[in-house]
Nanobody, 115 residues
Framework: QVQLVESGGGLVQAGGSLRLSCVAS????????MGWYRQAPGKQRELVAQ???????DYADSVKGRFTISRGHVTNTVYLQMHSLKPRATAVYYC?????????WGPGTQVTVSA
């Protein structure tokens, strides 16, 4: 089993910054991908950014240049640094770990960007 715990969400004004953290624990294999998704009210969950254990990254076009995903020095930790936040970024942000053809999700953390 794999457990994921996110932290760092909150309320921020437009143009501000937030840093999300996710710690994974349990049976984690050396090859996996960790990433961030978000789901706004009434919308489908969408990819924000992800990073493999080989450090290859993918970003949604809407966040390129403003968000940065990184792996921490602590094993199985991933961060999402978000700058120049816009109100449309308001959503629940979920951490995901993908390994051995399975997805594992955290409970999510709310990010609210006020205009």
């Amino acid at each position: 089993q794999v457990q994921l715990v996110e932290s760092g969400g909150g309320l921020v004004q437009a143009g501000g910054s937030l840093r999300l953290s996710c710690v994974a624990s349990g049976s984690i294999f050396s090859r996996h991908t960790m990433g961030w998704y978000r789901q706004a009210p009434g919308k489908q969950r969408e990819l924000v950014a992800q990073m493999s254990t080989y450090s290859s990254t993918d970003y949604a076009d809407s966040v390129k240049g403003r968000f940065t995903i990184s792996r921490g020095h602590v094993t199985n930790t991933v961060y999402l640094q978000m700058h120049s936040l816009k109100p449309r970024a308001t959503a629940v942000y979920y951490c995901k770990l993908f390994q051995l053809q399975r997805n594992y999700w955290g409970p999510g953390t709310q990010v609210t960007v006020s205009a």
